[in-house]
């Protein structure tokens, strides 16, 4: 039988929990977030002269009786956010599991597409419970399958099941990826992608991937999971490293030295991804692997700003 994608314990917490979008959401249907227009919540927004037509009940009898003049009151309307999930599943995500640690613990049991897919399904899980609309992109060179937007937490299990069985493989290539029209959403909303960000073009191809979504009028959240071995390795002596998506190896003595030019060059290439990010409005949060999912959940993710209760 497979297992699940989420503990059944975690789900009842993360519906106590919401997405925090810093924008007013222009849906297509009733939702729970307030939209820029006008319409039937219970959320007063403004007064407006009467026109004929307008519906009386929202006539304001105090006003017209205190200055003479016939206003009605208006409401802020309600809708859905519009959230899309990509997950990268190039080979380079799939690892970072028990074998590559040496550790025999649950929590550092799942390697890096596992990890990206338990946090896509708690994001997506706690988008339907709050009633937002919901789409799937699966990626690694291309689109490699796409969940067709979905509404309302009966939808949880197909959502789950889209994200269980997308299997790694696979060059990345973001860019050329979300490139293809089909890949780009529709409506304007929330845009999250559970990455390492390992990419050919560097920096430049995540940037170029990501002024495609904000021209598409996305909101975007970039998290990049690691796993412990590439933000820490502990590695030693003569060794072969091997390209998991190119095959191809280099030897190398890894010396102290060695290590500290690595460690130098991913906290130089992170910390340029998050220049652009802060540039931009874009939140950049950075999750390891060896972090438990309820910790990435409820404190990484919830202490970046981009969920709220």
């Given at each position: 039988m497979t297992e699940p994608l989420l503990p059944p314990s975690l789900l009842p917490r993360l519906e106590r929990l919401s997405i925090a979008s810093k924008r007013r959401v222009r849906g297509t249907m009733q939702g729970?977030?307030?939209?820029?227009?006008?319409?039937?919540?219970?959320?007063?927004?403004?007064?407006?002269?009467?026109?004929?037509?307008?519906?009386?009940?929202?006539?304001?009898?105090?006003?017209?009786?205190?200055?003479?003049?016939?206003?009605?009151?208006?409401?802020?309307?309600?809708?859905?956010?519009?959230?899309?999930?990509?997950?990268?599943?190039?080979?380079?995500?799939?690892?970072?599991?028990?074998?590559?640690?040496g550790k025999n613990d649950e929590q550092s049991g799942m390697n890096k597409l596992e990890y990206a897919k338990c946090l896509a399904a708690s994001i997506g899980y706690m988008a339907l419970a709050s009633y937002d609309r919901v789409q799937g992109t699966v990626f690694s060179s291309e689109v490699e399958s796409q969940l067709p937007p979905v509404r309302g937490k009966a939808?949880?299990?197909?959502?789950?099941?889209?994200?269980?069985?997308?299997?790694?493989?696979?060059?990345?290539?973001?860019?050329?990826?979300l490139r293809q029209p089909k890949a780009l959403p529709k409506q304007p909303g929330m845009t999250w992608i559970f990455s390492d960000f390992w990419l050919d073009g560097g920096v430049a191809e995540l940037t170029e991937t990501l002024s495609f979504l904000l021209a598409a009028g996305q909101e975007i959240v970039l998290v990049q999971v690691l796993s412990p071995e590439e933000t820490s390795p502990s590695l030693s002596g003569d060794l072969r490293l091997v390209d998991s998506e190119l095959g191809t190896g280099k030897e190398i003595a890894m010396t102290g030295k060695m290590l500290d030019v690595y460690r130098q060059a991913l906290q130089a290439y992170q910390a340029e991804i998050?220049?652009?990010?802060?540039?931009?409005?874009?939140?950049?949060?950075?999750?390891?692997?060896?972090?438990?999912?309820?910790?990435?959940?409820?404190?990484?993710l919830r202490g970046a700003g981009v969920l709220g209760s």
């Open positions: 729970k977030r307030r939209s820029s227009r006008f319409g039937s919540s219970l959320e007063f927004a403004d007064y407006r002269e009467y026109s004929p037509g307008d519906d009386i009940r929202r006539f304001d009898w105090g006003v017209y009786s205190r200055t003479g003049r016939p206003f009605v009151r208006q409401y802020w309307d309600e809708q859905e956010l519009q959230v899309s999930l990509y997950v990268d599943n190039s080979a380079s995500m799939d690892f970072g599991d028990n074998k590559a640690s939808s949880a299990a197909r959502l789950f099941s889209f994200l269980q069985a997308a299997q790694p493989g696979g060059l990345g290539n973001l860019a050329r990826a998050a220049r652009f990010c802060s540039e931009r409005a874009i939140y950049y949060i950075q999750i390891n692997t060896d972090t438990s999912l309820e910790t990435g959940i409820f404190e990484t």
